[in-house]
């Protein structure tokens, strides 16, 4: 999970530049308690370490899997025209076709999106479609899974104010059963491919702990 938001930022740099140029064993008690334990919800991954996004996390909903990051340094609308990684871009680089929205620098598309609601002005969810951000994310989402992506990624970005949200929506399957999650589809951002998607898990209060061979998270819900 933590390569998708790597992902997300080594993209923006790139666009930014264009822009420039121009565990121990449960007790018979705890595994009775994750029976019963529900993960769906958002969770917010603790100890995130990267410096331009804030944070991020899983997105647990109906046996589907996301994966969410706050990209608000990296990526928001401005009065003045739209930032980049701290580049503001002029709103002479917008392109606008009704809901349609392109950010079109030097003959380049860095971005184009389509806004989903009818929220005032800028401010809304949009889906990602193309451009160079979408290439580079898909491009490295490549190289870290096992697993061959689809031939589409439904990627949505939430804009308000100068705070952003960028979505992989349904990136994976998940199914629970006991203190067992089993993660099916595009599993290689929970790097779980050793265990064969399988890890545990365990949720205390508002704390989710996943364990695999390889690694250990713990995520906060997001209330």
């Given at each position: 999970?933590?390569?998708?938001?790597?992902?997300?930022?080594?993209?923006?740099?790139?666009?930014?530049?264009?822009?420039?140029?121009?565990?121990?064993?449960?007790?018979?008690?705890?595994?009775?308690?994750?029976?019963?334990?529900?993960?769906?919800?958002?969770?917010?991954?603790?100890?995130?370490?990267?410096?331009?996004?804030?944070n991020g996390?899983?997105?647990?909903?109906?046996?589907?899997?996301s994966v969410?990051?706050?990209?608000?340094?990296?990526?928001?609308?401005?009065?003045?025209?739209?930032?980049?990684?701290?580049?503001?871009?002029?709103?002479?680089?917008?392109?606008?076709?009704?809901?349609?929205?392109?950010?079109?620098?030097?003959?380049?598309?860095?971005?184009?999106?389509?806004?989903?609601?009818?929220?005032?002005?800028?401010?809304?969810?949009?889906?990602?479609?193309?451009?160079?951000?979408?290439?580079?994310?898909?491009?490295?989402?490549?190289?870290?899974?096992?697993?061959?992506?689809?031939?589409?990624?439904?990627?949505?970005?939430?804009?308000?104010?100068?705070?952003?949200?960028?979505?992989?929506?349904?990136?994976?399957?998940?199914?629970?059963?006991?203190?067992?999650?089993?993660?099916?589809?595009?599993?290689?951002?929970?790097?779980?491919?050793?265990?064969?998607?399988?890890?545990?898990?365990?949720?205390?209060?508002?704390?989710?702990?996943?364990?695999?061979?390889?690694?250990?998270?713990?995520?906060?819900?997001?209330?």
């Amino acid at each position: 999970m933590k390569k998708i938001i790597t992902s997300v930022t080594v993209c923006s740099l790139a666009l930014c530049a264009l822009a420039s140029c121009g565990s121990s064993k449960s007790s018979d008690k705890s595994e009775k308690a994750s029976k019963k334990a529900d993960i769906t919800g958002k969770w917010s991954i603790d100890n995130l370490d990267n410096e331009s996004i804030k944070n991020g996390g899983i997105i647990f909903a109906d046996g589907k899997g996301s994966v969410y990051a706050d990209s608000s340094q990296i990526l928001h609308f401005e009065d003045d025209g739209f930032n980049v990684s701290g580049t503001v871009l002029s709103k002479e680089y917008y392109k606008e076709d009704g809901k349609k929205f392109t950010l079109d620098v030097m003959d380049q598309e860095m971005l184009v999106m389509t806004k989903l609601d009818d929220t005032e002005g800028y401010d809304g969810k949009y889906s990602l479609d193309g451009g160079l951000l979408y290439d580079g994310i898909v491009q490295g989402l490549n190289k870290n899974g096992d697993e061959e992506l689809p031939e589409t990624i439904d990627i949505t970005l939430v804009f308000d104010g100068d705070y952003s949200e960028v979505v992989f929506n349904d990136m994976f399957d998940y199914e629970t059963k006991g203190n067992k999650l089993t993660i099916t589809g595009y599993s290689g951002m929970m790097d779980f491919s050793s265990d064969g998607g399988t890890a545990d898990f365990k949720v205390e209060g508002d704390k989710l702990t996943i364990t695999s061979s390889k690694r250990s998270e713990t995520f906060t819900r997001v209330k």
